[in-house]
């Protein structure tokens, strides 16, 4: 069964660093997304991204965040300036038609975030 | 109000039980519904959507109440690879899907 893949497993970073996140969604999928757990919360939704842009953003994902989508395949996170608060594990997931047609999303293992 | 509720537990069923979980939503306009699986430090996994005239999947049944604004699973015989958090989640934007807090399911022998 096709997979989202998200590299790497586990970052740490420093605090006011920057950091990219990665992800490789199910080749056929056309709707991206970004979410993210805190440890012992929620899962967050923080982005959707179709067709080269933005399509959807909470507010968590303010300047400090962007997504990229550079190839044919990658679909990357940027954490600017990180904080401590930023510490998380984040998910990607894909979906083969938006989310809102019951089209299931698919999510990568994460990458847990640490920072220190 | 919490856009979407769900009571933490940890419900403590023995194998075989039958075990029900609820869910809240505060959004009337929320359109798509599922519950989602997700095992301790993994991501989440889709368990089942839920439809208006409620739907089945093996010993999996999701049900729900628009007017209430209300969805339940109900899980029978259960299993010990049934332990787990069971998420609740609604679309409520264009592309955005909101998620409980999750309730634990402890299955034991």
């Known amino acids: 069964e096709p997979e989202v893949t998200q590299t790497p497993s586990h970052q740490v970073t420093q605090m006011g660093q920057e950091v990219i996140l990665r992800c490789v969604p199910i080749?056929?999928?056309?709707?991206f997304y970004w979410y993210r757990q805190i440890l012992g919360q929620k899962v967050e939704f923080l982005v959707s991204f179709y067709n080269n842009e933005i399509s959807e953003k909470s507010e968590i994902f303010d300047d400090q965040f962007s997504v990229e989508r550079p190839d044919g395949s990658n679909f990357t996170l940027k954490i600017r300036s990180t904080k401590l608060e930023d510490s998380a594990m984040y998910f990607c997931?894909?979906?083969?038609?938006?989310?809102?047609?019951?089209?299931?999303?698919?999510f990568g293992n994460g990458t847990r975030l640490t920072v220190t | 109000r919490k856009e979407v509720e769900q009571d933490p537990g940890p419900f403590n069923v023995p194998e075989g039980a039958t075990v029900a979980f609820n869910c809240t939503y505060s959004?009337?306009?929320?359109?798509?519904f599922f519950w989602y699986r997700q095992d301790c430090r993994k991501e989440p996994k889709l368990l089942m959507s839920v439809y208006s005239s409620g739907n089945e999947d093996g010993r999996f049944t999701a049900q729900l109440n628009r007017a209430s604004q209300y969805i339940s699973l109900l899980i029978r015989d259960s299993k010990l690879s049934d332990s787990a958090t069971y998420l609740c989640v609604v679309r409520t934007g264009f592309q955005k899907l909101v998620f409980g807090t999750g309730t634990r399911l402890l299955v034991s022998p």
């Open positions: 997931a894909s979906s083969e038609l938006a989310a809102g047609s019951n089209s299931p999303l698919h």
């Open positions: 959004n009337s306009a929320s359109q798509s």
């Open positions: 080749s056929n999928h056309l709707y």
